[in-house]
């Protein structure tokens, strides 16, 4: 059995006994748990249950086809990410360890490879809001630590991500979460991949004020930005005085530059100089006060009785 657990179908039927001039005794269906009391089943499985039976019915009325899918448990796939273990995937679906072997054959998640579930639509739609949660947390945790700086960088014959991420000292799903790559075992040379280094706060800064005189013709670098609150590629472009195809070319990890959300990341290729000022300019647009709404107009006082107010 690949549940231990499993939910038998119901079907909204409603069976009439008629016995000799007695009230008629409505005959509902109600949901049977394999690991529940054997109960008394129809043929096709549909377990029966009259009104006395100790078992907690669901009314006729509220059974529906799309309650029933939503409460069926299903094999959905999921694609692992680096980093994702049996023990993550235990604590975000409520799935024993050992069942999660007995449905994938004992096989662990392995990156890019196929996994295998056994939820219900809702229980599936929690999995992956906690997974993301987890992964959102880890990036702040990097982000908060360090200064990250995206390069470009062209991938070379051979090259895989793993490879990539020990070269620069990245985690591997961080340069996967910055790059949207097709098979993570077959790299294409020539490709251009986003790889997010990273140095501690305190270096950082320090290196900061030892580049403040950097001219403005030096070669551009890619930093990363964190999408806030009413902020848009334009205003990206407009504050780094950068147009706004410059800007799509390193960004091929975004599905559509023109609609970003809060919490993307979004790349911008400038000088330090302008990243400088992007700063600045960003700062003055986030705490600029509101523009006051408009006064409505003073409603106009009535002429006094016999007077005739002139036209304008």
């Not at 959905?76 to 993550?88: D, K, M, Q, S, V």
């Not at 551009?220 to 800007?247: C, H, M, N, R, Y």
Request: with cysteine; net charge neutral.
């Amino acid at each position: 059995m690949v549940r231990l657990s499993t939910v038998v179908f119901l079907v909204t039927v409603s069976v009439f006994l008629s016995c000799s001039d007695k009230n008629v005794d409505k005959v509902k269906i109600a949901l049977a748990d394999a690991q529940g009391e054997t109960s008394p089943a129809a043929p096709g499985g549909v377990v029966i249950k009259d009104e006395g039976d100790s078992h907690s019915l669901l009314p006729a009325e509220e059974v529906s086809v799309e309650k029933l899918a939503a409460q069926a448990r299903q094999e959905r796939f999921i694609i692992a990410r680096p980093g994702e273990t049996i023990r993550l995937y235990q604590d975000w679906s409520g799935i024993p360890m050992e069942e999660l072997k007995i449905i994938n054959q004992d096989k662990l998640p392995a990156f890019g490879q196929k996994y295998i579930l056994s939820l219900t639509a809702s229980e599936f739609s929690d999995f992956e809001r906690k997974r993301e949660e987890y992964w959102t947390e880890r990036k702040n945790e990097i982000y908060d630590k360090n200064d990250v700086k995206a390069l470009e960088y062209i991938v070379k014959k051979n090259d895989t991500l793993d490879g990539i991420s020990r070269r620069f000292e990245i985690p591997l799903w961080f340069l996967v979460m910055h790059n949207q790559a097709g098979d993570p075992y077959r790299l294409s040379p020539g490709t251009v991949l986003i790889v997010p280094t990273l140095s501690p706060k305190k270096a950082a800064e320090a290196k900061a004020e030892a580049d403040a005189d950097v001219p403005e013709a030096d070669a551009k670098d890619v930093f990363p930005v964190i999408v806030k609150s009413g902020e848009t590629v334009g205003l990206f472009a407009k504050w780094g005085q950068v147009g706004v195809e410059d800007i799509k070319r390193v960004n091929r990890q975004l599905p559509s530059i023109d609609k970003i959300r809060v919490g993307d990341t979004v790349n911008m290729p400038l000088t330090a100089k302008q990243f400088k000022r992007f700063q600045e300019m960003r700062k003055q647009y986030s705490t600029a006060p509101a523009l006051p709404a408009p006064k409505a107009p003073a409603p106009r006082a009535p002429a006094p009785p016999g007077k005739v107010e002139p036209k304008q």
